[in-house]
């Protein structure tokens, strides 16, 4: 069974930026972000193999956030820079025993999820 839990959400203003960090226990498999604004579905942001070398991210944040982990330390990472008040959401932290494009598996098929952390950017 894997846990895991976010950390690093919090208010900021437009422009600028958070890392959020993701701690897993257990066994580690590729991990993702996804975000849920409310009244809107929830939709993925980034993502990254197990070994680090594969990255993937939403068109809507590329080039702003970036997505990283340490598997000594069990922790995955989303560096988001240049914030929009439209990035407000809640963060989710996801891990998937696939391998593949993680880009097109949809919310349902990820196999374990954090409790989520608030992320609110003012205008």
């Known amino acids: 069974q894997v846990q895991l839990v976010e950390s690093g959400g919090g208010l900021v203003q437009a422009g600028g930026s958070l890392r959020l960090s993701c701690a897993a226990s257990?066994?580690?498999?590729?991990m993702g972000w996804f975000r849920q604004a409310p009244g809107k579905e929830r939709e993925f942001v980034a993502a990254?193999?197990?070994?680090?070398?594969?990255?993937y991210y939403a068109d809507s944040v590329k080039g702003r956030f970036t997505i990283s982990r340490d598997n000594a330390k069990n922790t995955m990472y989303l560096q988001m820079n240049n914030l929009k008040p439209e990035d407000t959401a809640v963060y989710y932290c996801?891990?998937?025993?696939?391998?593949?494009?993680?880009?097109?598996?949809?919310?349902?098929?990820?196999?374990?999820w954090g409790q989520g952390t608030q992320v609110t950017v003012s205008s």
């Open positions: 257990g066994r580690t498999y590729a």
């Open positions: 990254i193999t197990w070994s680090g070398s594969g990255t």
């Open positions: 996801a891990a998937i025993n696939l391998a593949g494009n993680l880009k097109v598996f949809p919310p349902a098929v990820w196999n374990y």
